[in-house]
């Protein structure tokens, strides 16, 4: 793989992708099923064919209209499987600026065991804690010189 690859990932995923830890009760169920989501929005369809072409996974078409900020058709594009996931996130965490704190939980997360839910629910917390603009403890800007 050329070493722009990565980076140039990195840099849509910031910009185009999004995180999502979550967990649902399905069908009555009292113990919650959580799932990980990491997935990229875009209107080009060459950028997806790219995508599946260089990672992997699928990507499928969003209706028109159904975002307030495109009337264009969108796509979304996301990896298959947990260790496709975990390679593609390990592949852009060096590079990415703005989600970076959110790959790395992503990352504890899907390397968890089989249940953990207490942990599990920390993770999604935290995740959407960043999501909605909260300061990551960590940041991968450099501390400013001093005089």
Known sequence: MKSYIWPYLAGVFDSEGSVALNFRYANGNKFPSFFCQTIIYNT?????????RNFGGVY????????QWSKLTQFVWHP???????IFLLGILPYLIIKH???KL?????R????????????VNQCKA??????????????????
């Open 44 to 52: 080009s369809v060459p950028l997806m064919k790219w995508l599946v």
């Open 60 to 67: 499928y078409t969003r209706s028109i209209g159904t975002s």
């Open 80 to 86: 298959s499987g947990k260790k496709n996931k975990e």
């Open 101 to 103: 704190g959110q790959v």
């Open 106 to 110: 992503a990352l504890e997360f899907i």
């Open 112 to 123: 968890l065991g089989y249940g953990q839910a207490e942990k599990r629910f920390e993770l």
């Open 130 to 147: 960043l999501n909605q603009g909260a300061q990551s403890l960590e940041t991968n800007t450099p501390d400013p010189i001093d005089p």
